[in-house]
């Protein structure tokens, strides 16, 4: 397993942009896919977005032309590039990987909350 650590939260306005960072203390090559979750107060956690190792990436239709999920191996980092925010995003976000033995391994969350 791995131990991840998000950051790049914060207040964001309605319209405005966030990147999120999840870094990755460990081998990141042992990692087979990292996806991003988000948790509303009140609400289920729901999935946002994946990244495959071969870079092939999927988004939740709610996301969907907003967001932009990458990785960037030589920093062991992963990125949640988020666009065009609406107050419906604000959520705790964590980043979550699974590695080639199905093995998961999640951040602590990392909050964004978009509000005028």
């Known amino acids: 397993q791995v131990q991840l650590v998000e950051s790049g939260g914060g207040l964001v306005q309605p319209g405005g942009s966030l990147r999120l960072s999840c870094v990755v203390f460990?081998?990141?090559?042992?990692?087979?896919?990292i996806r991003w979750y988000r948790q509303a107060p009140g609400k289920q956690r729901e999935w946002v977005a994946t990244i495959t190792g071969g870079g092939v990436s999927d988004y939740a239709d709610s996301v969907k032309g907003r967001f932009t999920i990458s990785r960037d191996n030589a920093k062991n980092t992963i990125y949640l590039q988020m666009n065009s925010l609406k107050p419906e995003d604000t959520a705790v976000y964590y980043c979550?990987?699974?590695?080639?033995?199905?093995?998961?391994?999640w951040g602590q969350g990392t909050q964004v909350t978009v509000s005028s």
């Open positions: 460990g081998n990141i090559f042992s990692i087979n896919s």
């Open positions: 979550k990987t699974t590695g080639w033995g199905g093995d998961d391994s």
